[in-house]
């Protein structure tokens, strides 16, 4: 019930089109869902992160989409660049554990 | 920089050897975190220190031994390593107030046990 299942495990987006990875979650006390993005030989860092009172949060050209009903989550890349090349970790944590449980990771290429 | 620093980048040990992982964070943090990264699997959470006390020990085996001696620095002490203890270890610090809402990574600590 801990776990956070994120798919797929690799992806390959053209330059300027869309990036999507998906997570599911089965703890119904999860209430902080965060992203992070990796580059190689550098730790995670945020990226973006959603609370489940909302069902979208849009920071530029990076969107969550929430589905609290089904317990998924979502990330959306627009317009993904070459730049954006990079492992994407999504999270959940539930407020009184202090503990984030990471999903497998995601490794996102953009091709020019 | 994430303001989380840790060294070496790399190390390469046998298994007899002793070693130490340090990390140093520069945020006024009062927690810190060791996690494992592996390939292909989830970030695996070892180890919590909150104001130096260690509050969370994620059924780590005890040739891993952490050390808080105070709340800029963290050690990870490793001992008598096994081949499939070779991974990226991650120090990470936050604010600690039960959410852990933002980690700042350091960019980690590739080993390799031989």
């Known amino acids: 019930q801990q776990q956070v299942k994120q798919s797929p495990q690799s992806l390959i987006v053209q330059k300027g089109g869309i990036s999507i990875i998906n997570c599911a979650y089965e703890n119904t006390a999860f209430d902080y869902f965060p992203w992070y993005q990796q580059f190689p030989g550098k730790g995670p860092a945020l990226l973006i992160a959603i609370r489940p009172d909302v069902s979208e949060k849009k920071e530029g050209r990076f969107t969550i989409s929430f589905n609290k009903s089904a317990k998924q989550f979502s990330l959306h890349i627009m317009d993904s660049q070459p730049g954006d090349s990079a492992t994407y970790f999504c999270?959940?944590?539930?407020?009184?554990?202090?503990?984030?449980?990471f999903g497998q990771g995601t490794t996102l290429q953009v091709k020019p | 920089e994430t303001g989380v620093t840790q060294t070496p980048r790399h190390l390469v040990m046998g298994m007899t050897n002793k070693k130490s992982l340090k990390c140093e964070q520069h945020?006024?943090?009062?927690?810190m975190y060791w996690y494992k990264q592996s390939a292909k699997k989830p970030l695996e959470l070892m180890f919590v220190?909150?104001?130096?006390?260690?509050?969370e020990n994620n059924s780590v085996p005890s040739r891993f031994s952490p050390e808080c001696p105070n709340s800029s620095h963290l050690f990870l002490h490793l001992h008598t390593l096994q081949p499939e203890d070779s991974a990226l270890y991650l120090c990470?610090?936050?604010?600690?107030?039960?959410?852990?809402?933002?980690?700042?990574f350091g960019s980690g600590t590739q080993l390799s046990v031989l």
């Open positions: 220190y909150s104001l130096e006390e260690r509050v």
């Open positions: 999270a959940a944590t539930a407020s009184n554990t202090g503990k984030l449980i």
């Open positions: 945020l006024g943090h009062n927690a």
């Open positions: 990470a610090s936050s604010l600690y107030d039960r959410t852990n809402e933002k980690l700042f």
